[in-house]
């Protein structure tokens, strides 16, 4: 077996460990009797237990964030609107998906511990980019009323914190999709460009709007 099948066998029974009795009741004695290995063949390719439920749980997250890019990807000639509405609906989707891995396959994307935390909020950091760049394309196309992307972006996310682990896993699954559906058109109605009355006074505009320089007399 070469070190990189070796490597895929350990995370792939680690991930089969975790997911049916949890990280914090499964050892690394565990994950080596469960692929086949000694507990220092282990050791020799992760440090640690924690290195194992890190690359784990950035796989759990990067599965989530591929899907949400290929979606935007495959909708490139749509509108803005249905862009937007099926990134947002995969990302649902994605981590209601992992969840029917097994009782306990969600721990790789809660906040729980410092690994899963760190991968985390590196996924938020990536996905909020992401989120960003699609704003700006479409405020660019003229879809959307000049704005602050990167702002909106933020906003976009503290919007679906509710539709995000490990809240998004104490609702029924089609109450979480019906509710990402939902809050989807309620945004883009927010986002939605504002045509001829976009002139209002920068006073009267919302923080979110980019501010136009004032003209010299």
Request: aromatic share 6%; net charge positive.
């Given at each position: 077996?070469?070190?990189?099948?070796?490597?895929?066998?350990?995370?792939?029974?680690?991930?089969?460990?975790?997911?049916?009795?949890?990280?914090?009741?499964?050892?690394?004695?565990?994950?080596?009797?469960?692929?086949?290995?000694?507990?220092?063949?282990?050791?020799?390719?992760?440090?640690?237990?924690?290195?194992?439920?890190e690359e784990l749980s950035s796989t759990a997250h990067g599965r989530v964030?591929?899907?949400?890019?290929?979606?935007?990807?495959?909708?490139?000639?749509?509108?803005?609107?249905?862009?937007?509405?099926?990134?947002?609906?995969?990302?649902?989707?994605?981590?209601?998906?992992?969840?029917?891995?097994?009782?306990?396959?969600?721990?790789?994307?809660?906040?729980?511990?410092?690994?899963?935390?760190?991968?985390?909020?590196?996924?938020?950091?990536?996905?909020?980019?992401?989120?960003?760049?699609?704003?700006?394309?479409?405020?660019?196309?003229?879809?959307?009323?000049?704005?602050?992307?990167?702002?909106?972006?933020?906003?976009?996310?503290?919007?679906?914190?509710?539709?995000?682990?490990?809240?998004?896993?104490?609702?029924?699954?089609?109450?979480?999709?019906?509710?990402?559906?939902?809050?989807?058109?309620?945004?883009?109605?927010?986002?939605?460009?504002?045509?001829?009355?976009?002139?209002?006074?920068?006073?009267?505009?919302?923080?979110?709007?980019?501010?136009?320089?004032?003209?010299?007399?």
């Open positions: 077996m070469s070190s990189d099948d070796r490597r895929q066998a350990i995370l792939h029974c680690a991930a089969r460990l975790f997911s049916h009795y949890g990280q914090s009741k499964t050892t690394v004695a565990d994950i080596a009797r469960e692929a086949q290995v000694g507990i220092g063949t282990v050791y020799l390719v992760f440090p640690s237990k924690e290195a194992i439920v964030l591929h899907a949400m890019r290929e979606v935007a990807e495959a909708r490139a000639g749509d509108s803005f609107s249905e862009r937007l509405a099926g990134v947002l609906e995969t990302r649902v989707a994605m981590f209601l998906k992992l969840a029917e891995e097994g009782q306990h396959a969600c721990e790789l994307v809660h906040c729980k511990n410092g690994p899963v935390k760190s991968v985390h909020a590196k996924f938020r950091e990536d996905e909020r980019m992401f989120l960003q760049q699609l704003l700006e394309q479409a405020a660019k196309s003229g879809e959307l009323a000049s704005l602050d992307a990167k702002r909106a972006s933020v906003l976009v996310q503290r919007a679906y914190a509710t539709l995000s682990p490990p809240w998004l896993y104490e609702q029924p699954g089609e109450d979480a999709k019906r509710a990402a559906y939902e809050m989807c058109r309620l945004l883009l109605l927010g986002l939605a460009s504002r045509g001829p009355r976009a002139s209002e006074s920068d006073a009267d505009r919302p923080a979110l709007t980019k501010k136009k320089p004032a003209r010299s007399r």
